[in-house]
C-alpha cells in the first residue's frame, strides 16, 4: 500500500469514527480563541460565542463563588443591619471604600448581578442551541456505524453459521427488546450491513432539564424578592394585631410590593409558653417555646385556635407569621400626684441576657404632677424573671418566671416623644429629664416585686408592679414564588440526577459474509468516556446474541473464539449445523 | 413535649465517651498494621510502573506513523479479573471476548498498582489486619454514636463534636462497604484511618459538648435529613478528596516517568502502588459526580426547613453563602471534567479547591462567622 492509498484510507476512517462518536453530547464545542477582523457585527458574533462558550461559562461559575465570598466576611444591610452600623463606626476608612463597592449588599450589587445575569445569559445561549440540536437527534436515525468498528471503545467479534440477515434482524430485534433505538443501514462499505442503535437519550433530557429548572429558580427567588414583605410586630399577651401596615412596629418590602398585597387576617396571643432545661450544664437554655393564638382570616370574624411553634408557622394565605423572640411584659399601674391613673398596663422589657435579664421603660405623657401642672414621667430599668437575693447580682438566675423582680429609676420631665424624630419605645432619652431624688440626694430608685408600689417622692404619684405577662415577637412574611422555587429546585435535582447516572451510549451490529461462506459478526459500543458499564452491557448483548448467531465450533482460532467453549454443554458448541 | 425536656441520661452519654475512645485506641491500632503493609510492601519488587510505561514509550517510538498510539488494547475477558467485568460474569462459556480499548486518560490504560502490600505476604497479613481492626474500629464508633443519640433521644448531629463524629464514622463506613462491593479501595485504608484520628482528637478535645437537649430551632425532622444528609455527603466527598489529591501526586510521577525522569526509590515505591492516575481521577469522578445531586438535595432540605424556621428559605447566612460556594465550586470542578483543556490536573485543582470549601463551611464558619447556625456549639 503506498503511502497516499494509507492516508486517505485513514482519512476516511477518522471522518467516519468523528460521526460515530458525534454528538453523543450535545456539549458545546470548544473554539479557539478567534478575533475576527470583521466589523460591529463580527465582533457581536464573537462575544456571543466567547460568552456561550464552556470555558466562558466556567469563569463565570468560578467568579460567581469567588464573589459570593465577602458577603459572608462583611456584615450585610439585609441580614444585619445593626451590625453594618457598628462597622461603619468602628471602620472610618475602610467603611466608604466598601460603601462605593457595595459590599454592604454584595448580592445585590452591580458587580454581583453582573456575574450571575451573564452566567444565565450564557447559560440560556447554551441550552437553547442544545435543545434544537437535542430535538433533531431525536427525530433523526441513530448514527451510522463507522466503518472500522474495531478502533471503538468496546469491540466483540466471532464467527457464526447463521446468516447475515438472520444475524442482524436478531440483533435488531434484542436492541429494541433493550430499549435502544435502533436502525439498519447499509453503511457504505463493502463489508454488508450493519445495525445502528443508541440508548440513554434521558441523560440529555436529565441535563437540559437541570439548567431550565435553574432559571425557574432564580426568576422565582428574584421574583420573590421584588414583591415580598416582612413586617414584625410585638404582642403581649392578651393583645391582638391585624395585618395592615400601620400595625407593624418595623416593616421591609421588595421594590414591587403594594401596601394591598398583604392578605387580610388578624390575631391574638392567647397565651404563650416556653420551657427551659431546669438542671445540668445547659441549665437556662430554651428547650421549646409555643404561641397559642387565635386568628381570623378575610372578613369573617370566626376565631380559629392554633399554636406557632419554632419550627412551625402559621400560614394564611401566602403570608406566614413566624414566632421570633419573646420576654416578659411587666404590668404597671402609674398613678399622678393627683392619685388618678395616668397609665395601667404591660411593658414589653426587651431580652439583654441568656437568663432573659430584660431592660426596658415606662413612658407617662399624660401625667399631672403634686401641683397640677402638666409633666411627663419615665422610668429606666430592669426585669429579672429569677432573682436571688443572696447572689449579690441584678443578673437573673434563669430564665423562667421563678422569682421576678423590677429596678427602676424614676425621671420626670421632657420625654421628647412629642414631635421630633421618632423615638425608640425601649429607650429613654434623658437629655431634657431629671432623676428624682430620694431623701439623701441620691437617684430615686427601688426594686419591686409583684404587688409592690413605688411611691415617688414629694407626692409626685406612685407606680405599682401589677404582674408579669409574657410577650412574643411575630414575623409576618408575605413570600411569593416559593412553590415555583420549590419545583424548580426539586426539578433541578431530579434533572441532575438523570444527567450524571444516566449513561448514553451507542451499540452498532454488523454482518457480513467472509470468504470461507461463514459470518463475521461484530459489535462496538461507543459511550463517553466515564462508562465503565459498557463492556458489561455489550458482554451481556453479545451473550444474548449466542441464541440467533452462535459462535461456530471449531472456530478456536481467530480471536472471536472462547477458550471456555470446548468443556462446555452450551448448543453453541453443537456440531456445525445443528445450531442452524 | 415531654420527650424533648427529657434529661439527657448522663450515664449513657458516658459510655458513648467511652465507647468513642475505644474506637479511637483500635483505629490506632488500625493505622499502625496500615503502615505496616505499607512498610512490608515495599520489599516488593519495584518498578512495574515504570517499566509498563517505558515499554508503551518504546513502542510509541517504534511506531511513530500510529497516530498517538498511546491507546492500549486491553483486552478483557467477560469473566475477567477486573474490577469493571467481574460482577456480572453471565459469560455463557461460548461468548465472544470483549475487547476494551481505553479512548480516556492520556497515557490509555496504565495498569493499577498491587496495592499496599504489592504481593508480600506479610503485608497483606498486615493489610487485611488493619481492615479488621478498622471493622472492629467501625463497630465500636457507630456504639458511640448511637449511644449518644439515646442518651438524648434525638439525631446525634446536634453540634460539632457529634457532627464530627458522625462524619467520620460514615467515612469509615463508606469506605468498609466499597470494600465488601469488592472495589479497590484498599489503597484509601491509611490516609482515611489517619484523617479519622485527627478529627476524632479534634472532636474529643476541643468540640467535646455535653450531652444535652437541643435549642427550639433544632426540633425539627429536617434535622435527621439536612444534617446526615450533610454528613453523608462530606464523607463521601472526602474520600472523593483523597482520590483526587493521590491523582494529582500519581500524575506527576508518572508524566515524570514518561519523560525518562527517575524519581526517588520511595516516591517510586509508595506511588507504583497506587492505583493508576487515570483509575484515581475516575474514582474522585464518579465519587463527587454521585454526591452532586445529593449535596444539592442537602442545600434544598435546609433552605425548605430555613423556611419554615427562619421567615425566609434563603437569606444569605454565612453557612448558606459558604455551602452555595461550595456547590458552585463543584459545578465547575463538573463542568471542568467535559471541558477540553481543562480535564485532569486542572480539573483535579478544582476539585481540592471544592472540598476545601465544605470544610471551611464546616470548621470556619462555624467558628468565625456568628450567623444562624451558630447554635451548632463548639
Known amino acids: ?580 | 413535649m415531654n420527650l424533648l425536656a427529657a434529661e439527657p441520661n448522663e450515664q449513657l452519654a458516658q459510655i458513648s465517651n467511652y465507647l468513642i475512645y475505644s474506637a479511637m485506641a483500635v483505629y490506632v491500632l488500625a493505622f499502625f498494621a496500615y503502615i505496616a503493609e505499607w512498610t512490608f510492601g515495599s520489599r516488593s519488587k519495584v518498578g512495574r510502573t515504570a517499566a509498563a510505561l517505558t515499554q508503551k514509550a518504546g513502542d510509541e517510538g517504534a511506531v511513530p506513523a500510529q497516530e498517538s498510539g498511546v491507546s492500549v488494547r486491553v483486552k478483557k475477558e467477560a469473566g475477567g479479573g477486573t474490577a469493571v467485568l467481574e460482577k456480572p460474569a453471565p459469560a455463557a462459556p461460548a461468548s465472544p471476548k470483549i475487547v476494551t480499548r481505553s479512548s480516556s486518560g492520556r497515557r490509555g490504560d496504565l495498569p493499577d498498582g498491587p496495592g499496599a502490600a504489592a504481593g508480600d505476604e506479610q503485608g497483606d497479613m498486615y493489610g487485611r489486619i488493619a481492615i479488621s481492626l478498622t471493622v472492629l474500629a467501625f463497630l465500636l464508633h457507630c456504639a458511640g454514636v448511637v449511644t449518644r443519640s439515646l442518651s438524648v433521644q434525638r439525631a446525634p448531629w446536634g453540634n460539632m463534636y457529634e457532627f464530627s463524629t458522625a462524619f467520620s464514622m460514615v467515612a469509615v463506613g463508606a469506605y468498609l462497604c466499597f470494600l465488601l462491593a469488592k472495589k479497590n479501595v484498599r489503597w484509601i485504608g491509611l490516609p482515611l484511618v489517619t484523617t479519622v484520628l485527627l478529627d476524632l482528637g479534634l472532636a474529643v478535645t476541643v468540640l467535646y459538648t455535653d450531652s444535652d437537649q437541643l435549642v427550639p430551632a433544632l426540633h425539627s425532622y429536617w434535622l435527621w435529613i439536612h444534617v446526615s444528609l450533610a454528613i453523608i455527603c462530606g464523607a463521601l466527598l472526602y474520600l472523593g478528596f483523597v482520590g483526587s489529591l493521590l491523582y494529582l501526586f500519581r500524575d506527576t510521577y508518572e508524566t515524570k516517568l514518561l519523560r525518562g525522569g527517575k524519581p526517588g526509590s520511595v516516591v517510586s515505591s509508595i506511588m507504583e502502588r497506587l492505583p493508576s492516575a487515570n483509575s484515581l481521577d475516575k474514582f474522585a469522578y464518579r465519587i463527587n459526580a454521585t454526591v452532586f445531586p445529593f449535596w444539592t438535595f442537602t442545600i434544598v432540605a435546609g433552605a425548605i426547613w430555613a423556611g419554615d424556621a427562619w421567615g425566609r428559605y434563603w437569606g444569605w447566612d454565612p453557612k448558606e453563602v459558604w455551602s452555595f460556594i461550595t456547590w458552585v465550586a463543584y459545578a465547575c470542578y463538573l463542568h471542568a471534567r467535559a471541558t477540553a483543556g481543562w480535564k485532569g490536573r486542572k480539573a483535579a485543582y478544582l476539585a481540592l479547591l471544592a472540598f476545601a470549601c465544605f470544610l471551611f463551611n464546616y470548621y470556619g464558619v462555624n467558628i468565625f462567622f456568628n450567623g444562624k447556625h451558630s447554635y451548632a456549639g463548639i
Open chain 1, 1 to 580: 500500500m503506498s503511502t497516499t492509498e494509507a492516508d486517505a484510507d485513514k482519512a476516511t476512517e477518522a471522518a467516519g469514527e468523528r460521526e460515530a462518536t458525534a454528538q453523543l453530547s450535545t456539549a458545546p464545542g470548544e473554539e479557539r480563541l478567534n478575533v475576527p477582523s470583521l466589523g460591529p457585527l463580527g465582533w457581536l458574533r464573537w462575544f456571543w460565542r466567547q460568552l456561550t462558550s464552556m470555558r466562558v461559562a466556567l469563569i463565570l461559575l468560578f467568579l460567581l463563588s469567588l464573589g459570593a465570598i465577602p458577603g459572608s466576611v462583611i456584615p450585610q444591610t439585609p441580614v444585619d443591619a445593626l451590625k453594618v452600623e457598628r462597622f461603619r463606626e468602628e471602620h472610618t476608612t475602610l467603611a466608604p471604600l466598601y460603601d462605593k463597592l457595595q459590599l454592604f449588599d454584595v448580592y445585590t450589587s452591580v458587580w454581583f448581578s453582573a456575574i450571575y445575569i451573564l452566567l444565565f445569559i450564557s447559560l440560556v445561549g447554551c441550552i437553547v442551541p442544545r435543545t434544537w440540536q437535542f430535538v433533531g437527534q431525536l427525530r433523526s436515525r441513530p448514527p451510522r456505524a463507522p466503518r472500522r468498528l474495531d478502533r471503538m471503545p468496546v469491540y466483540a467479534t466471532w464467527r457464526t453459521d447463521a446468516d447475515p440477515e438472520q444475524v442482524l434482524g436478531a440483533a435488531r430485534s434484542l436492541l429494541k427488546r433493550r430499549r435502544f433505538r435502533t436502525h439498519q443501514d447499509g453503511d457504505g462499505s463493502s463489508r454488508g450491513d450493519a445495525v445502528a442503535s443508541e440508548k440513554g437519550y434521558l441523560r440529555e433530557v436529565g441535563n437540559l432539564l437541570f439548567h431550565i429548572a435553574l432559571i425557574v429558580l432564580l426568576l422565582a427567588f428574584a421574583s420573590g424578592q421584588l414583591f415580598k414583605s416582612e413586617g414584625r410586630k410585638l404582642i403581649v399577651q392578651g393583645d391582638g394585631f391585624s395585618n395592615v401596615l400601620t400595625q407593624y412596629d418595623d416593616f421591609r418590602s421588595g421594590s414591587l410590593f403594594r401596601a394591598d398585597m398583604l392578605d387580610p387576617f388578624g390575631f391574638r396571643l392567647k397565651k404563650f409558653h416556653a420551657t427551659y432545661e431546669e438542671s445540668g450544664p445547659n441549665k437556662g437554655t430554651p428547650r421549646d417555646y409555643r404561641a397559642d393564638i387565635a386568628y381570623t382570616e378575610g372578613a369573617s370574624s370566626k376565631e380559629k385556635n392554633a399554636a406557632i411553634k419554632v419550627n412551625h408557622p402559621l400560614s394564611i394565605g401566602s403570608s406566614k407569621v413566624y414566632l421570633i423572640a419573646n420576654g416578659y411584659a411587666p404590668a404597671v399601674t402609674v398613678k399622678d400626684g393627683k392619685g388618678n391613673i395616668a397609665y395601667r398596663g404591660p411593658v414589653p422589657f426587651l431580652q439583654q441576657d441568656n437568663n432573659q435579664t430584660s431592660s426596658g421603660v415606662v413612658k407617662v405623657t399624660d401625667y399631672l404632677d403634686a401641683k397640677g401642672r402638666k409633666d411627663q414621667l419615665g422610668f429606666q430599668g430592669f426585669f429579672v424573671p429569677d432573682f436571688e437575693p443572696g447572689s449579690g447580682t441584678m443578673f437573673s438566675q434563669s430564665p423562667s418566671l421563678k422569682n421576678p423582680a423590677m429596678f427602676l429609676t424614676a425621671y420626670h420631665g421632657n420625654l421628647g416623644v412629642d414631635g421630633g424624630p421618632a423615638q425608640n419605645v425601649y429607650q429613654l432619652d434623658t437629655k431634657n429629664m431629671t432623676k428624682f431624688k430620694d431623701k439623701d440626694g441620691g437617684p430615686f430608685a427601688k426594686k419591686l416585686t409583684p404587688g409592690d408600689t413605688m411611691t415617688l417622692p414629694n407626692g409626685a404619684g406612685s407606680l405599682k408592679f401589677d404582674g408579669v405577662k409574657q410577650w412574643a415577637n411575630f414575623q409576618v412574611s408575605h413570600q411569593v414564588g416559593n412553590d415555583w422555587a420549590l419545583g424548580g429546585a426539586l426539578t433541578a435535582i431530579a434533572g441532575l440526577a438523570g444527567s450524571l447516572f444516566i449513561q448514553r451510549r451507542r451499540v452498532w451490529v454488523r454482518a457480513y459474509a467472509a470468504d470461507d461462506g461463514r459470518t463475521v459478526v461484530e459489535m462496538a459500543g461507543l459511550g463517553r468516556s466515564e462508562s465503565a458499564r459498557l463492556p458489561d452491557e455489550l458482554a451481556s448483548l453479545a451473550t444474548d446474541m449466542q441464541d440467533a448467531a452462535p459462535v461456530a465450533s471449531e472456530d478456536t482460532t481467530a480471536d472471536a473464539a472462547a477458550e471456555t467453549a470446548t468443556d462446555s454443554d452450551d448448543p453453541a458448541d453443537a456440531p456445525e449445523g445443528a445450531g442452524k
